[in-house]
């Protein structure tokens, strides 16, 4: 296994109320919390570019579900918390491998033909991740500080399956607790930072100058 790089860039905070902010660097892709770079005081410490602090990370469509489980949470509605939360982390897990495949030359319609052959979160993650970078997505969390983030993940996945799908080995699960959806929040928070390192080990540098910037 590869020891772990140094997380340069990523300020790691336990966010409890809103989503974090990361500036994107507009010529190679890549992602820090430092406010300075966003206001144009620093350069990339890849590129030496200077940031604009219009390009971030998360989307404004990630920024939106984000704000909505949070409510939910503080609502106790576990159930909706649980669901919608594990559909974020296949969205933001989703994003990363779409991404890299954007630093090694795919082009849209490649990258749509790739998705749509792996079309579950698992096939992509345990197949189509590996692939990519050379290394599980197990190995990759552990070596950038995570590692307990895809068991945690997959468990509260097949938390949420259970709920919404009938299993005729276990029978139904009648509801999601407050433990899930704490898990399920912790999860979300962590995924962000593990998105900036992921991207910062794999894409920035290599994404090609035009397709780069992040969509809202």
């Known amino acids: 296994m590869k020891k772990a790089k140094p997380s340069k860039g990523v300020v790691h905070r336990r966010v409890s109320d809103v989503a974090p902010t990361y500036f994107e660097c507009p010529e190679c892709g890549y992602l820090t919390a430092d406010p ?29 579900l984000d704000s909505r489980i949070r409510a939910y949470h503080r609502e106790s509605e576990h159930e909706i918390v649980v669901i919608l939360a594990e559909t974020f982390l296949e969205s933001i897990l989703e994003d990363i491998i779409d991404r890299i495949l954007t630093a090694q030359g795919a082009s849209l319609n490649v990258r749509e033909l790739v998705f749509d ?53 276990r029978g139904p699960q009648e509801t999601l607790t407050s433990k899930d959806s704490d898990t399920a929040m912790e999860l979300l928070d962590q995924a962000y930072a593990l998105f900036v390192l992921v991207n910062n080990r794999f894409v920035a540098g290599s994404f090609p100058k035009t397709q780069h910037r992040i969509h809202s």
């Open 36 to 64: 300075r770079f966003g206001s144009h005081e620093i350069a990339c410490p890849v590129c030496s570019a200077y940031g604009d602090g219009r390009r971030t990370f998360p989307t404004d469509r990630l920024r939106r």
């Open 117 to 169: 052959s792996q079309r579950s979160i698992g096939a992509r993650i345990g197949r189509l991740f590996p692939s990519l970078v050379g290394e599980s997505f197990e190995d990759v969390a552990a070596e950038l500080g995570f590692r307990d983030f895809p068991r945690r993940w997959r468990e509260i996945r097949a938390v949420r399956n259970a709920f919404i799908h009938d299993s005729p080995f």
